[in-house]
């Protein structure tokens, strides 16, 4: 990720902090969505109770979306990034 968001701690803008942020935010909300569609499908196959963790990957899944929304507040972003 360092190398392709050009991370370089010495010359780094608020601008680029931004930028590397909103990459960071968009990809961390992946896993928990990944990770509650396969416990779902994994006990809905196996007719098994989760016990509430499908509940908590979407909320981490949520808490990441959230994060993301506030930095793309800060920066204005054009229409090929938002998709």
Do not use: P, Q, T
Not at 24 to 38: C, F, I, Q, R, T
Not at 54 to 72: A, P, T, V, Y
């Amino acid at each position: 990720m360092n190398m392709l968001s050009r991370y370089n701690k010495n010359k780094m803008s608020e601008e680029k902090w931004i930028k590397r942020l909103i990459n960071l935010e968009s990809l961390s909300g992946v896993a928990g969505m990944v990770g509650g569609m396969v416990r779902h499908l994994k006990c809905v196959c196996n007719l098994e109770v989760d016990n509430g963790w499908i509940n908590e990957e979407l909320k981490e899944s949520e808490n990441e979306r959230m994060h993301l929304f506030m930095l793309m507040e800060l920066k204005e972003i054009k229409k090929i990034n938002r998709f």
